[in-house]
């Protein structure tokens, strides 16, 4: 059964069909044990979270996309859970094109989003970016857990109340905008809290179902009254189909 908020099928309508197979590779990445490694991969701790953790002690959700990520996280943290600390790219991929004119995927902020591609050809991709250290498209559960963190750090370090935490990383738009690109005051703290999610104001995120054909698209999206939000799901019905503005969540073994 899927964990996914399903919500609506406008979205599915701003879509068109994507390349079948297009090889593009990626861009040498810094070395495992160096800074620009670490800076270009943080470390999602899973292991930091816990049941007792006071955003998450107690807290009753207010929204779907709450129960979905509280959710997700308890499953994450259960003594029955597999789940591991993992690695997520810190920058959106992105196109550009080496010396012969070849198209690549780098993690430079300064090129292109790396949008029209399908999930089917992100997840062949992700797959084969760094199998040294089995990068992959992210899944759903990676993904709440991931916002998990960021409600942590938010609620321990950065002094929000738990209700705003959980409000502002799942109910909004502003933790997907770099948790400060926005220009409400109130909201200035949350400029340094840990774990930005890219310069995602208008870009969502293909990730990855737990069966073979599974796919989800999460994040923002505003078309008239239909607002989307970071942690807004739904299942991607057609995996060989370019979805707007959308593209691979890729993580990594820690």
């Not at 406008?10 to 800076?39: A, R």
């Not at 050809?121 to 992700?126: C, G, L, M, P, V």
């Not at 998990?148 to 909004?172: F, H, M, P, Q």
Request: charged content about 30%; glycine content about 6%.
């Amino acid at each position: 059964m899927s964990i996914a908020t399903e919500l609506g099928q406008s979205t599915l309508s701003s879509c068109s069909q994507g390349p079948s197979n297009m090889e593009i590779s990626m861009v040498k990445l810094p070395s495992k044990n160096s800074p620009e490694y670490d800076e270009l991969f943080p470390l999602v701790r899973v292991e930091d979270i816990s049941p007792n953790d006071r955003f998450i002690n107690g807290y009753i959700p207010t929204s779907a996309n709450q129960r979905r990520v509280k959710r997700s996280i308890m499953m994450a943290i259960s003594p029955h859970s597999h789940m591991m600390n993992f690695r997520r790219a810190a920058v959106l991929p992105r196109f550009t094109k080496n010396a012969d004119g070849k198209l690549m995927v780098s993690f430079n902020e300064e090129d292109r989003p790396a949008v029209g591609m399908t999930p089917e050809w992100w997840e062949e991709f992700a797959r084969n970016a760094d199998k040294v250290n089995r990068s992959r498209l992210g899944t759903d559960y990676e993904y709440d857990v991931f916002l998990g963190t960021v409600i942590k750090d938010l609620v321990e370090n950065k002094g929000y109340g738990i209700r705003e935490a959980w409000k502002i990383t799942c109910d909004s738009q502003l933790i997907a905008s770099n948790l400060g690109k926005h220009s409400k005051k109130r909201y200035k703290r949350a400029r340094h809290a840990k774990g930005k999610i890219y310069d995602a104001e208008k870009i969502r995120f293909i990730l990855k179902g737990h069966s073979e054909n599974c796919f989800y698209i999460v994040g923002n999206y505003s078309e008239g009254r239909d607002i989307r939000y970071t942690a807004s799901m739904f299942e991607a019905e057609y995996k060989n189909t370019v979805y707007l503005r959308s593209e691979g969540w890729i993580v990594l073994d820690k």
